[in-house]
């Protein structure tokens, strides 16, 4: 059983910053990267910023520049600095474990997911 727990969410106003969290228990030895997607309403879920184990990372064209993803292995947490946030990235923010091969992530755990919310 794998569980992811997230934290670090809520309400900044544009131009703010937040940092998000995530740990990961469980079987996760086969997993070699932690992603975060969000999820706007009426919108499909996005994969915002990839991190694998050897700490190469990859990130959504919107979010460049802005945010940053890393990683404590020792702890199997991600975190997701967000800076010069825009109302554009408010959604529900969603932390993941899966691999990542041939060129391409594939989640394979969730967590509950952290509500972002940014005013104008």
């Known amino acids: 059983q794998v569980q992811l727990v997230e934290s670090g969410g809520g309400l900044v106003q544009a131009g703010g910053s937040l940092r998000l969290s995530c740990t990961a228990s469980?079987?996760?030895?086969?997993?070699?990267?932690m992603g975060w997607y969000r999820q706007a309403p009426g919108k499909q879920r996005e994969l915002v910023a990839r991190?694998?184990?050897?700490?190469?990372?990859n990130y959504a064209d919107s979010v460049k520049g802005r945010f940053t993803i890393s990683r404590d292995s020792a702890k199997n947490t991600v975190y997701l600095q967000m800076n010069s946030l825009k109302p554009e990235d408010t959604a529900v923010y969603y932390c993941?474990?899966?691999?990542?091969?041939?060129?391409?992530?594939?989640?394979?755990?969730w967590g509950q997911g952290t509500q972002v919310t940014v005013s104008s």
């Open positions: 993941s474990v899966g691999q990542f091969y041939s060129g391409s992530y594939y989640p394979g755990y």
């Open positions: 469980g079987s996760i030895f086969r997993m070699n990267a």
């Open positions: 991190i694998t184990n050897g700490g190469t990372t």
